[in-house]
């Protein structure tokens, strides 16, 4: 996907502290809290898991079996355009294309009209110098423009996270700007490297493990369907794939046929897309749908 490299940017009664608490009919001293709050950091900490500090992520899940795809290679064609498309007695697929503000202005009813029919939209990302969070400056447009079409919609966010709290904070700018918008489409977390920038290449494969699992879990507890994005590279050496099955894998591969052998419910098989309605190049994709 095409990124821009770092665009422009209770109240309550206070008690005395003297006052001890009770637990369940148990008084407890301050030294006491403190001392059991500790032993329960401690225990957090010798079994791995982890919390940040919204209090909900508990941290990486134990490894599991990677699930294999069951496609037939023969059953994906392509168009006289040049378009993938696959059909078999249990799968179809859809057209997707995912837009940013690459693709400036949209005509969105001449895509609808060109067999277009989902789009994923990139509502935002984090400044890979800056660490800033920023809006993409055509996202308030694109996810009208393709609602307006009567399009499926889903939207990706574009990750520079170093941390699974800045991953978390991500989520939460996402929630924040899709609610009301009725987005049924995924919600997709997008990391990559970009050359010459190292806000994330210092980061180890457990680390990224862990920043996108925040990400996608959060999305996912807020009841949309949390997707990851990456390339068979990213994938087999970036992050630790058998911790993330939980999620749906959306799979950038620019080839004639992938031999990627995993599990995936989309493909982004070109970045050469040609679409009515937008000027120039689109990435475009297929969506593999039970029947």
Not at 84 to 100: A, F, G, M
Not at 157 to 166: G, L, N, T
Not at 193 to 208: C, F, H, N, Q, W
Request: net charge negative.
């Amino acid at each position: 996907m095409k990124q821009n490299i770092d665009q422009k940017n209770s109240e309550g009664k206070r008690e005395n502290p003297k006052t001890p608490r009770r637990l369940k009919g148990i008084k407890l001293s301050w030294a006491e809290i403190v001392a059991l709050v500790i032993v329960i950091f401690c225990l957090g900490f010798l079994t791995g898991r982890t919390m940040d500090n919204t209090g909900e992520y508990k941290g990486l899940g134990d490894s599991k079996e990677i699930p294999l795809n069951e496609y037939d290679k023969s059953a994906f064609t392509r168009t006289d355009e040049g378009r993938l498309q696959y059909e078999d007695d249990k799968y179809t697929s859809v057209n997707v294309i995912d837009v940013s503000y690459a693709q400036k202005d949209i005509s969105w009813d001449r895509v609808a009209s060109d067999g277009i029919d989902m789009a994923m939209i990139r509502l935002g990302y984090r400044g890979y110098s800056s660490g800033l969070l920023n809006l993409d400056e055509y996202f308030e447009q694109n996810i009208q423009g393709a609602r307006d079409a009567g399009l499926e919609y889903g939207v990706y966010f574009f990750s520079q996270a170093v941390s699974v709290e800045e991953a978390r904070e991500e989520a939460q700018f996402v929630i924040e700007n899709i609610k009301g918008r009725k987005v049924t489409g995924p919600v997709a977390f997008d990391m990559e490297p970009i050359k010459g920038a190292d806000r994330i290449s210092y980061l180890t494969v457990e680390e990224k493990t862990a920043i996108a699992d925040a990400f996608l879990s959060y999305i996912e507890k807020k009841g949309y369907t949390a997707m990851l994005y990456g390339n068979p590279k990213w994938l087999k050496n970036e992050v630790d794939l058998s911790r993330l099955t939980n999620y749906p894998l959306w799979l950038a591969h620019y080839t004639e046929m992938t031999g990627w052998p995993y599990k995936y419910v989309m493909w982004q098989y070109t970045d050469k897309g040609e679409v009515s309605g937008i000027e120039g190049d689109v990435d475009m994709s297929i969506r593999l749908v039970e029947k």
